[in-house]
């Protein structure tokens, strides 16, 4: 049985190789500074839909990324490692979206994009740490979600059985297709870039990306059409502009502040009813807690 | 997350060699292939943005990947159930890594499913794979013997074997036997054709075969009944899966333990004939052996990386009076030695490389036309200059890979003798570079026959004429009488005919011609590329010395005092 996948991934700034300048002095993210890679638990995603592809012969995976034109360098990263092709959600009025615009607006890609059967992706990105698009879509797109999959043990006849890792322990449970598994860090790692691949694909571009090339390298993609990658706006998938974007985002960010833990503010309590009484109430009082 | 590739800057100096434009130019037949193949390049600028993209890939799984299991690998070890190798458990995930990265038949033609790559990015990826881990690159390496099926065994034979070893079957080459090792006209493996089956018959004993259990063997088998010598010797191709072969042990070794030596028992076992009867030993091991040898070239180069880079990182870490032990001059000075030589071994190891390159594509291009008169030229300078370098490089390269990994150790201290720290096993691990595929002495006795016939004194000719940056003029002029000190020792020694005075200054010969080559590839590298004045520098004053002590030692040296060695 040959399937439709989609993978849903983002770009993000390497927050893993923080160096000195990775923040800026009013505390946002110096992005210049950090570079800009696949999210490591869409790349488990990845290999999850490359082993449900290695399993059903003729299956076909599209990356589905949501983020600046430069985006499509993910896509082909994935292609290299055995996607066919990806598709990059850009606009500038998808900017500053948090993650129920995000959602929505890669709810409605995956509307257009139309017929799927399975829509996997990252636990959570490694720059925002929410966990909150993948099930979120799921919800928009009126979706059964598996969250936390370590492992897609099996899908066939319409249903799909994952292992999922959780605090306490792993769960194996069964999801009717189509739907939406977030796939952990705990997953096994994505398979390499293949050789033959990147050379197959390197000048896969984007349209805008297209419009900077020689025109030797044009004349190539124009010959080859796996290597056009597609770029698709807001309009295009039909968003309503005042549920994308800022606009869209009732997340607002009120204050962003530094916090330097230092020795000196370590305490030392006493085992003893009283001061664990003390302790909680002040933690209480000041929101550290409740 | 370490990169072997971008992490090492003198790599992309090499690949990026003047003289890769037309190597690529004729690998790629002006670049014909791009009509037939999705992954084929249209332009050389097209063709080296693919190298280095590979490159990186390699040099990922490298750094991520193998390098990280190399201390299991080497705790762990492969072993053998019911006749059968089982690697050890990072092993076989190295082995997945490289496999699902396109990376086995690197250099074999694109109809075969391979990449026709040139062997220098080959080379480069075993020069990064082997400073992860020099146990596993036996077990990868050993590709290379695909190229022997290619260049000898027939259409047939190529369809059905290349593309699996594309695809990731593994390969070994069995030549050693109990009673033939350096000596292998001793072989004594007995081949009998079965007329009834249309194949052949194996039966004996092999040992010492590293990954013996692969999935495709060349094996080395007497097929000439009654004959005694190399010239009853034929080539054969066993496959695993028609069985017959059973690993009895393997060896526990002092170091590469990832890598499975084994014995092998031959019961019976089918094989098919690899080119022609009586060849095996004198035309087809030659040219395997020649392949490997660049192969343990590599894998030296490699290891004196790892070495190098071990212990450079200690010496800035590691505190003594006060201060990091690498601002004693004792310590920087050993440092700056490791760097020349590991920076010379490698100038050297892509020299040779590129010299195999060109001859062997001008030999299959040869297997597609005849070749102009210009070019046939080309192939014998080339090819000439391949079998002269190629034992250099393996003899002088695995050295100078012991003598790092002796200083790596050595800079770690008391903490480098215990397993705790990398230099231990890489210390292991580099030993056995100077041994098989060939002893250094058996370099010798190969490159030796260069110093004779002037091989290298007119390849030292050709360097002189080079363009280089004005500021090594005054080095070049040193080398030059360098130059003359060598040519006057060679003169001494033959100028008697003596063949055992000969062999007994062979090795200082050899490395007096290996020192002016390698000052002079170094010095040509820094007019390239200024992070190599250093090295260049270091090396020279260090090769100056070292040529002088050994013409000395000629010059002074009484032949009739012979003697006093041999009751030793």
């Not at chain 1, 919800?139 to 006849?157: C, F, H, N, S």
């Not at chain 2, 800057?9 to 009509?35: G, Q």
Request: net charge negative.
């Amino acid at each position: 049985m040959s399937l439709n996948i989609i993978v849903l991934a983002k770009q993000v700034p390497d927050t893993r190789n923080v160096g000195k300048d990775a923040m800026k002095e009013d505390g946002t993210i110096n992005r210049a500074a950090l570079p800009a890679i696949f999210n490591p638990e869409d790349l488990n995603a990845l290999e999850q839909a490359l082993r449900l592809k290695d399993a059903n012969p003729g299956s076909t995976i599209t990356l589905l990324t949501m983020g600046l034109p430069r985006a499509s360098e993910i896509i082909r990263e994935a292609i290299y490692r055995g996607a066919d092709t990806g598709i990059v959600l850009t606009d500038r009025t998808l900017g500053g979206a948090d993650t129920l615009a995000t959602s929505y607006s890669l709810a409605q890609a995956v509307k257009k994009f139309g017929n799927y059967d399975i829509i996997l992706g990252g636990r959570q990105a490694i720059d925002g740490d929410t966990a909150q698009v993948g099930p979120q879509i799921a919800e928009k797109l009126g979706l059964p979600q598996v969250t936390y999959a370590e492992e897609i043990l099996d899908l066939k006849d319409g249903k799909v059985t994952v292992k999922r890792r959780l605090e306490s322990g792993v769960e194996t449970v069964v999801a009717p297709l189509p739907c939406v598994v977030t796939v952990n860090g705990s997953a096994a790692e994505c398979r390499p870039r293949n050789a033959r691949r990147i050379q197959k694909y390197k000048y896969a571009v984007s349209p805008s990306e297209k419009e900077k090339l020689s025109d030797d390298l044009k004349a190539v993609v124009e010959k080859r059409p796996y290597l056009n990658l597609q770029e698709w706006s807001a309009a295009y998938v039909d968003a309503d502009p005042q549920q994308i974007g800022l606009a869209g985002s009732p997340t607002k960010v009120k204050a962003i502040e530094n916090v330097v833990f230092t020795a000196k503010e370590s305490r030392t309590i006493e085992n003893n009813d009283t001061e664990l009484e003390d302790l909680v109430k002040e933690l209480i009082a000041n929101h550290t807690i409740g | 997350m370490a990169n072997f590739y971008n992490d090492n800057p003198s790599l992309k100096h090499h690949l990026t060699h003047p003289l890769m434009r037309k190597i690529i130019e004729l690998k790629e037949r002006n670049y014909t292939d791009a009509e037939k193949y999705d992954y084929a390049p249209f332009n050389y600028d097209d063709a080296m943005d693919s190298y280095e993209k590979v490159l990186e890939i390699a040099g990922e799984i490298s750094g991520d990947i193998v390098a990280p299991n190399a201390e299991s690998v080497d705790h762990e070890g492969p072993h053998v159930v019911d006749g059968r190798v089982i690697y050890a458990e990072g092993t076989q995930k190295n082995l997945d890594a490289l496999v699902k990265a396109g990376l086995m038949g690197i250099s074999l033609p694109r109809r075969y499913n391979g990449l026709n790559f040139s062997l220098v990015p080959y080379i480069m990826a075993a020069d990064m794979v082997s400073r992860a881990d020099a146990g596993f690159v036996n077990i990868w390496g050993l590709q290379d013997c695909a190229e022997t099926i290619y260049e000898f065994a027939d259409e047939d034979q190529r369809q059905r074997y290349l593309p699996r070893v594309c695809a990731g079957e593994t390969m070994a080459m069995d030549l050693t036997e109990p009673d033939a090792g350096s000596d292998l006209q001793a072989v004594m493996l007995k081949a009998t054709p079965d007329e009834e089956n249309g194949c052949w018959r194996l039966n004996g004993v092999k040992r010492f075969i590293t990954n013996g259990d692969g999935n495709i063997a060349l094996v080395l088998a007497r097929s000439e009944d009654g004959t005694k010598d190399g010239r009853g010797l034929s080539m054969f191709i066993y496959d695993k899966n028609d069985g017959g072969v059973t690993v009895r042990r393997i060896e526990n070794k002092m170091g590469i333990k990832g890598s499975p030596t084994c014995e092998l028992v031959f019961k019976n076992a089918k094989a098919e004939l690899c080119g022609s009867r009586k060849l095996g030993l004198i035309k087809y091991v030659m040219a395997l052996m020649n392949g490997a040898r660049l192969g343990i070239a590599a894998q030296s180069v490699g290891v004196s990386e790892a070495a190098y880079r071990e212990a450079l990182d200690y010496a800035r870490d590691r505190r003594q009076f006060g201060k990091a032990i690498i601002e004693f001059p004792a310590v920087y000075e050993m440092l700056s030695v490791m760097k020349a030589k590991l920076d010379a071994s490698r100038s050297l190891l892509y020299e040779t490389t590129r010299f195999v390159d060109m001859y062997k594509t001008y030999e299959d291009i040869a297997r597609e036309r005849s070749l102009t008169p210009d070019e046939r030229a080309e192939m014998k300078k080339y090819s000439r200059l391949a079998d002269a370098f190629t034992p250099l490089v393996k003899g002088l390269g695995s050295e100078y890979c012991n003598q790092n990994a002796y200083d790596s150790v050595q800079i770690h201290g008391g903490s480098g003798f215990m397993k705790d720290y990398a230099c231990e096993r890489i210390y292991r691990d580099a030993r056995i570079t100077s041994i098989y595929e060939g002893t250094t002495q058996l370099q010798v006795v190969a490159a030796i026959r260069h110093v004779t016939t002037g091989t290298y004194l007119n390849q030292i000719k050709a360097y002189e004429q080079e363009a280089i940056a004005d500021e090594y003029a005054p080095v070049r002029e040193q080398l030059v009488a360098l130059t003359e000190k060598y040519a006057a020792a060679v003169e001494k020694v033959t100028s008697t005919k003596d063949s055992e005075y000969l062999d007994f200054m062979a090795r200082r010969l050899v490395e007096m011609a290996g020192n002016i080559i390698m000052s002079y590839l170094l010095l040509l590298d820094a007019t390239r590329n200024n992070e190599f004045d250093a090295s260049a520098r270091v090396y020279f004053n260090m090769a100056k010395a070292e040529v002088a002590k050994h013409a000395e030692f000629i010059d002074s040296f009484d032949p009739s005092t012979i003697y006093l060695y041999r009751k030793a």
